[in-house]
């Protein structure tokens, strides 16, 4: 993972990733793309499901708007969306692949997914009434995120895509952090 030009994260995504074979490697690169630039959406994105896969994923669903962002132009920032293909054609020449085309196989958007999984793994946090928590931090799924619909028994993620309560110890005023 050292070796890699990549995050922790990046690198533990793009390592599992590329045991799906090429085309699960592409995505993940896109993927780590879009997480590395926090994201490619714009203001107008309201949390709408674009993702055909049946593992729901922000990541997945912002990878969707970018595979098909001239459909999506009014929800995907095109400053953000630049920069992460600017990031993506980075890896691409530094780890020396090819991009590979064509849709994504069941078990590969599995694979995908598991891939994504494996880079949070310490970001897992477990539904409470209302929140989501663990080891004493409570958090509330982001209002654009598409699992408000379906508030799953656990979610993984990073503040950019959780909104974290917290008091602060001196005023005791709560205040929330994305």
């Not at 994504?116 to 477990?126: N, P, T």
């Not at 409470?128 to 080891?135: F, L, N």
Request: a positive charge; hydrophobic letters at 35%; charged letters at 30%.
């Amino acid at each position: 993972m050292a070796e890699l030009p990549l995050s922790v994260r990046g690198a533990r995504l793009l390592l599992e990733a590329e045991k799906g074979g090429a085309r699960v490697t592409d995505r993940a690169l896109k993927v780590i793309a879009i997480f590395e630039t926090r994201g490619i959406v714009s203001k107008e994105f309201a949390g709408e499901c674009y993702t055909n896969s049946p593992y729901k994923s922000d990541l997945l669903n912002q990878l969707d708007l970018w595979e098909d962002q001239k459909r999506n132009t009014r929800l995907v920032s095109s400053k953000k969306t630049a920069l992460a293909r600017e990031i993506y054609a980075e890896l691409l020449k530094r780890l020396a692949l090819q991009p590979s085309r064509g849709a994504l196989t069941l078990p590969e958007q599995k694979h995908l997914f598991r891939a994504i999984l494996s880079a949070f793994c310490d970001g897992v946090y477990f539904k409470g009434e209302g929140i989501y928590w663990r080891e004493g931090e409570e958090r509330q799924i982001e209002r654009t995120s598409i699992l408000n619909g379906a508030r799953p028994e656990m979610v993984a993620g990073l503040p950019f895509d959780l909104v974290i309560n917290r008091e602060d110890q001196k005023t005791g005023n709560k205040e929330e952090k994305y």
